[in-house]
């Protein structure tokens, strides 16, 4: 299948960019899975499994914004990575954020079954990553993590609390905030190698939720480098961590009590659901499905 991925950035990312990891996973999953990939990109982009057609980033983020000029010949479906609606060529688009409008346009796909229920589609795909990426690590170093923003709806206070009550020191990754208590350490933001490194020694990584994360890449990071993970019962996460790969609850409370249970997890186990359920050959696959019900239908419909 010839497929064509639109992304308005340039990849592969520098720094943070979630979005743009998935798309550049994505395309090395449909190449390893046989499929030829047409990259709708920045300029200067580098993806070895893709061919790359440069767009301007500032035409390809507006909404009204129509690639099909730029498709190669035989291009048989277009995959965005924001709201689009074209005609001629089957279509469908991921939403990677929450959705705050009701006109978006059709065959939007979402990123798990919680986010597709608050969205109002009717298809999700699953984020996956490229295990080979990131470091396992069978034996733990002597602490936590929490890697995110340092935003509130991320929960950093409640896992720098859980973590101090449950007698564990806390390393905070994400971002600079002065937190002079005892057993906390604060890295800033971290990325590449350092961050494989922290994702690998930790010996849990604390995700107290406090909204509805769509997906939530960090906890499938933290599963392939052998960690286990903390959260709250929001959002995606109750899809994302299984019994055999991490512990939830609604409280701190309930975190702080279900600490002891983590150092129990196997950390080959939490790979294993990673390579299994949530790997980018998986992601393509499910996509590929996708693909195929939209050039046959016209319309994205059922759950993946």
């Known amino acids: 299948m010839r497929i064509a991925l639109l992304y308005h950035g340039r990849l592969p ?6 979005t743009g990891r998935v798309v550049h996973w994505l395309a090395r999953g449909l190449a390893e899975l046989g499929h030829e990939v047409i990259l709708l990109a920045a300029p200067g982009s580098r993806v070895p499994e893709a061919r790359l057609v440069p767009v301007d980033p500032g035409r390809a983020e507006h ?25 001629g060529t089957p279509t469908l688009w991921t939403l990677h954020g929450t959705a705050n409008r009701s006109d978006y346009p059709p065959n939007m796909v979402c990123l798990s079954r919680d986010h597709a229920t608050r969205s109002g589609a009717a298809a999700f795909v699953y984020n996956g990553l490229d295990p080979e990426e990131y470091r ?5 170093d002597d602490f936590d993590l929490f890697l995110g923003r340092l935003h509130s709806a991320k929960g950093w206070q409640w896992a720098v609390s859980g973590a101090r009550r449950s007698g564990h020191r806390l390393v905070v990754a994400g971002g600079w905030k002065t937190l ?12 590449g190698e350092r961050k494989r490194e922290l994702l690998a020694e930790a010996a849990c990584l604390w995700m107290p939720a406090r909204w509805n994360e769509p997906f939530g890449l960090t906890l499938i990071e933290a599963m392939a480098s052998g960690t286990p993970v903390l959260g709250t019962r929001l ?21 702080v009590a279900l600490r002891p249970s983590i150092d129990r997890i196997d950390p080959e186990g939490c790979r294993r659901r990673v390579i299994e359920r949530f790997s980018h050959r998986v992601m393509a696959g499910r996509y590929v499905e996708l693909y195929r019900e939209v050039m046959e239908t016209g319309t994205v419909r059922g759950e993946r």
């Open 13 to 18: 990312v520098e720094g943070y960019g979630g």
């Open 63 to 87: 909404r009204d914004f129509d690639p099909r000029p730029l498709l190669p010949e035989g291009v048989e479906v277009l995959h965005a990575h924001r709201p689009i609606a074209v005609e």
């Open 136 to 140: 396992f690590r069978r034996n733990k």
């Open 180 to 191: 002079f208590r005892r057993g906390v350490r604060t890295v800033g933001r971290v990325d």
């Open 235 to 255: 959002g995606a996460l109750p899809e994302i961590v299984s019994a055999d790969t991490g512990a939830l609850g609604d409280t701190l409370a309930e975190l």
